[in-house]
């Protein structure tokens, strides 16, 4: 993996391009204070005033990104009118946030904006992915997608990530991820927005079941196999809904399953590991500050597994784990017990 800078990326930095940050949680921090120790002017907005007066003030967010130490010149705000004006906005609201925010932002937008989307998940109710939520809320804007294994305390701490650039337009695609790169944050690109989406939106839901099957005790090889097989139910959906297979086996598809499936540092699969040792979901999502995706994002996948007639028994049995129509041992179980079947093909 190259983190080494062209003189083209340098060129394409030296332009004057603005930022605006719509989203003052740990990622939308992460990305921002990337961006503005850059040298690119960035400015967040985050809901809470709390927030905002402590990126300004103590160049911190202690509510969201404990532990890291933010650009001295990034900025904050609590206004969305703010970012009227801006080059490039990054929408990184929770996905089930992401259509209020993105009305609330409409006056302040403009034709031929490019909005790239951080956040990973799909709406609950009308089973739209982030981009066609976007363009029904904005419709003159260039969608895009950022999408990756990437922890947000690794992003803003300088330590090397690789992550999905998507859009549309392969020309503003290499420049989004030019204007988006540096030393340590490397985005590769593509015009797959549908691979992009679907593979961050899944590896939520199976992170959380990953996270069972490690909180109930069963060991690394049932969590072995919950992977790879979880990553043949997120290729067969998105294969559905028309995303590429290549893409899907990328940084936005396995890479980003891998990650958020291996460690509890993600909210996802702590919530899962909570799952197993017996916590009561509503519970642990009352206990901590953070919004876990796969939680919002499991029922809708399920919805798209029937209307699409694809077979996703994992993500099926997290849904009905969130749901609170199965217990998890009674889920697993009912994984272990399915019929034998041939792997490849199937």
């Not at 069963?218 to 979880?230: K, M, Y």
Request: glycine fraction near 10%; charge should be negative.
């Amino acid at each position: 993996m190259n983190f080494a800078y062209s003189e083209s990326m340098e060129k394409i930095k030296t332009s004057q391009n603005s930022f605006g940050v719509i989203g003052g949680g740990a990622w939308g921090t992460a990305l921002a204070t990337l961006l503005a120790s850059q040298g690119h002017d960035t400015l967040l907005w985050a809901y809470e005033t709390t927030c905002s007066n402590d990126i300004n003030s103590n160049h911190m967010n202690s509510t969201y990104l404990d532990g890291a130490v933010l650009s001295k010149s990034l900025r904050a705000t609590s206004d969305l009118a703010d970012l009227s004006g801006r080059d490039i906005i990054l929408c990184v609201v929770p996905a089930q946030h992401t259509r209020g925010i993105l009305k609330q932002f409409r006056p302040y937008s403009r034709a031929g904006q490019a909005v790239v989307l951080c956040s990973k998940g799909i709406e609950t109710g009308t089973l739209s992915l982030m981009t066609d939520v976007l363009l029904a809320e904005l419709p003159d804007v260039i969608p895009a997608v950022l999408s990756g294994p990437s922890f947000a305390i690794d992003v803003a701490k300088g330590l090397p990530t690789a992550v999905t650039l998507a859009c549309a337009d392969p020309d503003q695609a290499d420049k989004l991820a030019h204007l988006l790169s540096a030393p340590t944050f490397r985005p590769y690109t593509s015009t797959d927005l549908i691979g992009a989406e679907i593979g961050g939106a899944i590896k939520n839901v199976l992170a959380i079941a990953c996270g069972i099957v490690l909180g109930m005790g069963l060991g690394r090889s049932a969590h072995a196999a919950l992977i790879a097989r979880g990553f043949a139910e997120m290729t067969r959906l998105g294969e559905a809904m028309g995303a590429n297979p290549a893409t899907l086996t990328g940084l936005c598809g396995l890479g980003d399953l891998v990650l958020t499936c291996s460690s509890q540092q993600s909210r996802n699969m702590s919530c899962g590991f909570a799952l197993g040792e017996g916590e009561n979901l509503e519970d642990f999502l009352k206990s901590r500050n953070v919004v876990v995706e796969g939680v919002g994002s499991a029922p809708a996948v399920l919805e798209l597994a029937c209307q699409y007639n694809v077979d996703m028994p994992i993500c099926t049995s997290v849904a009905g784990i969130v749901a609170g129509t199965i217990d998890a041992k009674t889920a697993v179980l009912n994984l272990l017990n399915r019929p034998l079947k041939a792997e490849q093909g199937e």
